[in-house]
């Protein structure tokens, strides 16, 4: 229904083979997306490497989002190898674990910063370094969760963290639409991603969505991927701004 044959896509996020972000570059290169694929550092590279080359990807490179020289050397390697981008997805998240599992309101302002860095601000940052890449327009997406529109158990300071993030995302699209260039939020549901498993609990949640979606199905790293294909293509360019909940309809049972 879609091709991204010849579309230069640069996945950042991937940890292993059970990450929401290798579901969506799978999904990407299985419609013949080129990538781009990072890896934090060298503690995760034999990690993400052997997935990257799996795939076929023709760049591979370190990306600790807090580092500015690395990303604007990322960007300066897809600039040389490829010219353009046009097609950026973020999947990363981060938070310290006392403020994870502690009360929202006893978050120290070192750990909310933080958080809000490294989960939002880093969106921003490089949706900023990839807007040169697409003069002819393309596509940004990022992922969050329903934690960011209701208060779900355990999931503490993420919850406003990935609240910002949706309105980082409505803004980041009206601004770049001029430009042609969309701006998207994926909301799966509860997934078994080893980011997940720092969430206290997070079993009965998985229960939980499987018991009350309406399809009675957890959504998979899969169903995440051909959804974020989709608003990769051409037929999607005049989708902008949505938050997309990929969930098997359990955000709306409340």
């Excluded at 600039?79 to 046009?86: F, I, Q, V």
């Excluded at 973020?90 to 929202?104: N, P, Q, T, Y």
């Excluded at 921003?124 to 370094?129: D, E, K, P, S, T």
């Excluded at 899969?222 to 608003?231: I, Q």
Aim: charged share 20%; glycine share 10%.
């Amino acid at each position: 229904m879609f091709d991204l044959t010849g579309m230069k896509v640069l996945v950042v996020g991937v940890a292993n083979d059970q990450s929401i972000a290798y579901g969506c570059a799978k999904a990407f290169r299985e419609q013949g997306a080129d990538l781009a694929v990072t890896f934090l550092n060298e503690k995760a590279e034999p990690h993400v490497r052997p997935l990257a080359e799996e795939l076929g990807a023709e760049i591979v490179a370190p990306l600790d989002v807090r580092d500015l020289e690395q990303q604007d050397a990322l960007f300066r390697e897809i600039t040389e190898k490829w010219g353009r981008l046009d097609t950026l997805l973020h999947s990363i998240a981060f938070s310290k674990k006392e403020d994870l599992h502690g009360r929202v309101v006893d978050c120290s302002a070192e750990g909310f910063g933080l958080a809000m860095d490294i989960s939002v601000h880093s969106f921003l940052r490089l949706i900023r370094g990839a807007e040169p890449l697409m003069p002819q327009g393309g596509t940004c997406m990022t992922v969050s969760f329903m934690g960011a529109q209701k208060v779900v158990e355990n999931y503490g300071v993420m919850g406003p963290v990935k609240a910002a993030l949706e309105a980082a995302t409505r803004y980041a699209a009206a601004e770049m639409g001029p430009r042609g260039i969309s701006v998207h939020a994926l909301s799966p549901g509860p997934l078994k991603t080893r980011a997940a498993s720092g969430i206290a609990e997070f079993d009965e949640l998985l229960n939980d969505a499987a018991e009350r979606a309406p399809t009675h199905q957890l959504a998979t790293i899969d169903d995440v991927g051909a959804y974020a294909a989709f608003l990769a293509s051409r037929e999607a360019f005049n989708v902008t701004g949505g938050i997309h909940f990929i969930d098997g309809g359990y955000s709306i049972v409340g």
